[in-house]
């Protein structure tokens, strides 16, 4: 973990509700996927955690969506504004753990890891398919990066606006994957593992004190006993949670 | 040089700051980020008899300069806490901690105080008096000065270590039960514990946390905080441990002209994990800035 200084570089629309955070400063202290921020924001006492879309030397990305005030509020602050981030927080995907062909899927604002997720597995030579849900056609964001990267993209939405009509298992191929990994709404994510026996790895979300370890505000229950979705997650294979 | 030394209970603290129970879990977290030994002390997280999983999720919920939380006191039972955790808090951690103690019996109170007081790096026992008694129809034992009265006095006969009270805001008269705890033995008193508290969510139209009510902690309760010191500070002669949105070095300052001897930093450690040794290293400056030459001096000084 490591407290970091950011500059918004650009705060812009690119989906209904849903914002692109370019921050500069030091990302030093992120190493996995799927790892977070905990973001300080003017006048709110606790931080927000969202999870790292992306990075380079110098530069996070970030994309969020507006949810509640904090994240309505962010919306309004400019280019120069400084923002105070923990970073490098949580245990992300394990690469490692990845078979030859991966599915990775993602539902509403749990598609933001998967950028950086899908970015380090095609530089391993992987074959990654992704399948994304959404409400709606205007609510879809990195569909076209993530098939520029060079993966498989397909895209369900509730109302058929875009790609086929239904949840995202509507375009989980899961029989050619070699195993998933998942980040959305919890329901997205149960109902995935109900789907399919594939050894797969989630990303959970929770309410968080602190972000990094120290209030058990996050805790989830599992068969190994309570574990911090910030500390030992916010990626849990899913045997850990015996989804 | 400015003297940030104080003594509580015969053990002498090289600055009044001391990380607060449930918010520096047994201290692992924060050894990396910096030396554990800057600090005066920390309480680890309230030991149960037993292990205890805890609340239902959410167990937080954002406050206007403030949380509520809703933890359930989770923790690994006081056999892992002694097996597990004083192990590896020796390991970052050379001075006397402040054991927190919780129970939901009179005779689980004794029997986590019994097992602790024979570890040598507990420095003190402090009992979170604001659990349920759950053979008292599930009133805190510290709302009822009979109850606090008989806990102290249980504790008292279970250890030799310095022993610290902790009590809890939700009372009509707090020195009534300070008073009570004053009587049955007590070394000192530590305060505030969390304040009870409610949010709502407005979608479900009920509350955001699943047993409805939360306790409430961080900047918010300062004032509170400060309030009750200050009255407990007149009714006993006990050293008292202030507590309660200390986030810097004038609060520091502040809660000890009102009559605590150390201070206790909680929920500032959640959104500033560096809190403690920035407050530490802040106080000398902010001594200076007042004509504070030595802390010891200060200590009731609004009195
Ligand atoms: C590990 C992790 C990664 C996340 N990544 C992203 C991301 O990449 N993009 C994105 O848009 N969102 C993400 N979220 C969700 C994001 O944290 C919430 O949408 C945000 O905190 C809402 O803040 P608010 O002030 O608008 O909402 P409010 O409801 O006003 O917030 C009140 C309090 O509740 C907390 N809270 C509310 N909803 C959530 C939630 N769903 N999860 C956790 N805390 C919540 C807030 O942090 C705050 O403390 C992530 C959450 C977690 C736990
Ligand atoms: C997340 C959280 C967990 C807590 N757990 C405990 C506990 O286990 N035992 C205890 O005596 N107090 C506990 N407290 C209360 C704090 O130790 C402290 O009394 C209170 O939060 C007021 O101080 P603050 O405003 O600086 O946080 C907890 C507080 C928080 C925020
Ligand atoms: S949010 Fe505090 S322990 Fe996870």
New binding site residues.
Partial sequence: MRQTAFTILENTPIARD?YRLRLAGDTAAFKQPGQ?VNLS?PG?Y????????DWQKGELL?????????????VALRPGTRLDALCG??RGFDLNACGRQPLLVGGG?????LYRLARELVARGRTVRVALGFNTAADAFLVGELQALGAQVRVATLDGSLGERGTVLAVCDADSASDFCACGPTAMLKALCAATRLPGQV??????GCGFGACMG?TVMTPAGPLR??RE??VFDREVLAW | MVDTRVDLCGVALSNPVIAASGTFGFGQDFAPLYDLNQLGSFSFKGTTWLPREGNPS?R???CPAG?LNAIGLQNPGVHKVISEELPRIRQVFDKPVMANVSGFSIEDYVRVSELLDAQAQVGWLEINISCPNVHGGGMAFGTDARMAGEVTRAVRAATRKPLIIKLSPNVTDITEIARACEAEGADALSLINTLLGLRLNLKTRKPLLPFGTGGLSGPAVLPIALRMVWQVYEAVRLPLVGMGGVSSARDVIEMMLAGATAVQVGSANLIDPWACPRIIHQLPGAMAQHGISCLRDIIGGAH
């Fill in positions: 849903t977070f924001l709110y606790l931080r927000r955690p969202f999870s790292a879309c970030l994309i969020y969506k507006v949810l509640g005030q904090g994240t309505a509020d962010l927080l949580g604002v749990g598609v933001p890891p990303s959970l979300e929770e309410r968080m996050c979705v910030c997650g916010p | 959410p937080i919920a954002e949380l």
